[in-house]
């Protein structure tokens, strides 16, 4: 099975492609990756060297993979970090043309617009998201901050999150998952499909945790394409994510232990359950 990964690069750490190529290669996926920056790390670590790449150099790539015949074989396309409001056409337009060629390839659309409060991209990527991209994703998987900038809904609990997964839902996607919920010392993270709705709640640990979003949402979509139902493929992408961040779980953390903890991918050693919520 083969997925197209379209998200940021580092050539040290691991956040975008770095987080998530490795894990579904892990779960047995052959992974296509497109880089829309390339950068030497993290800009947390408080300086960076590197480019966004242009929209015409995405869709390039793009098209030389089309051209080697793969897009029947694309099970799956996973967009992150776009870098420019101009990639984002460049994307939906490949999910398209993947679409005409296999019809039942999923597209799970993470719309990377910030965190916490904090809004790292241009407004024309929030605009692509809430027109083109969320609508066109089977699935979409926001943290809390960026729900509530694609829906207006306040997220600041699990029931309010709810509600904006749902409204995402309404959007098109068949389903929504809201992470990084904050209530108390746990973290949150909500599901809605057209059957029902989930959360599944963690400890909240003293750490950064980049890269855990683009981590999160590749496992979601790799127990997913092996036909888990939406609650356990939840369950066991929060425990995966939950075992890497709790491997190194100092605050001066600033990439996920993703090689020393590879093995939690495929068999976390603690699976927290997806509860059913109205």
Same mark, same amino acid.
């Given at each position: 099975?083969?997925?197209?990964?379209? #998200?940021?690069?580092?050539?040290?750490?691991?956040?975008?492609?770095?987080?998530?190529?490795?894990?579904?290669?892990?779960?047995?996926?052959?992974?296509?990756?497109?880089?829309?920056?390339?950068?030497?790390?993290?800009?947390?670590?408080?300086?960076? #060297?590197?480019?966004?790449?242009?929209?015409?150099?995405? !869709?390039?790539?793009?098209?030389?993979?089309?051209? *080697?015949?793969?897009?029947?074989?694309?099970?799956?396309?996973?967009?992150?970090?776009?870098?420019?409001?101009?990639?984002?056409?460049?994307?939906?337009?490949?999910? %398209?043309?993947?679409?005409?060629?296999?019809?039942? %390839?999923?597209? *799970?659309?993470?719309?990377?617009?910030?965190?916490?409060?904090?809004?790292?991209?241009?407004?024309?990527?929030?605009?692509?998201?809430?027109?083109?991209?969320?609508?066109?994703?089977? *699935?979409? %998987?926001?943290?809390?901050?960026?729900?509530?900038?694609?829906?207006?809904?306040?997220? !600041?609990?699990?029931?309010?999150?709810?509600?904006?997964?749902?409204?995402?839902?309404?959007?098109?996607?068949?389903?929504?998952?809201?992470?990084?919920?904050?209530?108390?010392?746990?973290?949150?993270?909500?599901?809605?499909? &057209? %059957?029902?709705?989930?959360?599944?709640?963690?400890?909240?640990?003293?750490?950064?945790?980049?890269?855990?979003?683009?981590?999160?949402?590749?496992?979601?979509?790799?127990?997913?394409?092996? &036909?888990?139902?939406?609650?356990?493929?939840?369950?066991?992408?929060?425990? !995966?994510?939950?075992?890497?961040?709790?491997?190194?779980?100092?605050?001066?953390?600033?990439?996920?232990?993703?090689?020393?903890? #590879?093995?939690?991918?495929?068999?976390?050693?603690?699976?927290?359950?997806?509860?059913?919520?109205?």
């Amino acid at each position: 099975m083969g997925i197209l990964s379209i #998200q940021s690069s580092v050539s040290a750490g691991h956040v975008g492609n770095n987080a998530a190529v490795f894990p579904l290669q892990r779960l047995g996926f052959e992974v296509w990756r497109v880089d829309t920056v390339i950068f030497s790390n993290h800009p947390a670590h408080g300086r960076h #060297q590197g480019r966004v790449v242009a929209s015409g150099e995405v !869709a390039a790539l793009l098209s030389g993979i089309e051209a *080697l015949g793969l897009w029947p074989h694309c099970d799956a396309v996973l967009s992150g970090y776009l870098g420019t409001a101009d990639t984002g056409p460049v994307v939906t337009d490949a999910v %398209t043309r993947i679409r005409a060629a296999h019809k039942d %390839t999923l597209y *799970l659309c993470d719309p990377v617009i910030g965190d916490q409060g904090k809004r790292y991209v241009a407004e024309g990527l929030v605009d692509f998201y809430r027109t083109q991209g969320v609508p066109a994703a089977d *699935l979409v %998987t926001p943290n809390a901050f960026e729900a509530q900038c694609l829906t207006g809904i306040e997220t !600041a609990t699990a029931e309010s999150a709810l509600a904006a997964a749902r409204a995402l839902r309404a959007m098109g996607p068949r389903i929504a998952v809201i992470t990084g919920v904050l209530e108390g010392d746990d973290v949150v993270t909500v599901a809605a499909n &057209k %059957t029902g709705a989930w959360r599944v709640i963690t400890p909240r640990l003293p750490i950064p945790g980049y890269g855990a979003g683009d981590l999160f949402a590749a496992l979601l979509l790799g127990h997913l394409l092996r &036909k888990a139902a939406l609650p356990d493929a939840l369950s066991r992408a929060v425990s !995966a994510v939950q075992a890497v961040l709790a491997a190194d779980a100092s605050e001066s953390a600033l990439d996920l232990p993703l090689i020393a903890a #590879q093995d939690a991918l495929l068999a976390p050693p603690r699976l927290y359950p997806a509860e059913p919520v109205g």
